[in-house]
């Protein structure tokens, strides 16, 4: 990471607050309130932050000659498709343990370490896990009693199985579910 990158990401993090006015359209505030209403979003100023907050990370300002840059991260559009194909190739067992490998490297354990000051195994540290892999496109992330639930998963449920079995350190099982839209994983 640059010291640039540094200085914005550090910087983002004890950024003091100010207080604005916005003006919008009656059709997307009422877009907005049903988002917060379903829980997408915890509410207005939080959704409008976060969307300014990616349209700056997204535009095209940020282009280079080998791809989009978000924090360390190069973003790679690729289609579901195409993902899937990857996945084909390997057996649900082999899915598993490259999630276990990619989740025991995962860099998203370094971001919770450094800016949150948090292990990512630890149980206060899971809503930001959630958080963070489902802003970075992994799919929706929610707890329901004892289960992990992610709702239009990017990845295969083997290869999440291994990646949150090993990020979090828990022994999670794969609770089977009827459509590919969800993925269940129980807690011990």
Excluded at 1 to 21: G, L, N, V
């Amino acid at each position: 990471m640059s010291p640039e990158s540094k200085k914005k990401s550090s910087s983002s993090h004890s950024d003091k607050k100010k207080i604005i006015s916005v003006t919008m359209s009656e059709s997307l505030v009422e877009r907005i309130d049903e988002l917060v209403q379903d829980r997408v979003a915890r509410s207005r100023a939080q959704m409008i932050e976060d969307a300014v907050r990616w349209f700056i990370d997204l535009t095209v300002h940020k282009w280079g000659e080998r791809g989009i840059y978000i924090d360390s991260c190069r973003v790679v559009f690729e289609s579901d498709s195409q993902s899937s194909l990857f996945f084909s190739k390997l057996t649900p067992s082999e899915q598993y343990e490259l999630g276990i490998t990619a989740g025991s490297q995962a860099p998203i354990a370094d971001i919770i370490k450094i800016y949150y000051d948090k292990n990512p195994s630890d149980q206060d540290a899971r809503d930001i896990v959630f958080e963070l892999l489902q802003q970075h496109g992994w799919g929706s992330f929610s707890l329901h009693d004892d289960k992990i639930v992610i709702g239009s998963p990017f990845y295969p449920a083997p290869f999440l199985h291994g990646y949150l079995s090993s990020l979090l350190k828990l022994d999670l099982e794969l609770v089977e579910t009827h459509a590919k839209e969800n993925v269940a994983l129980r807690m011990p």
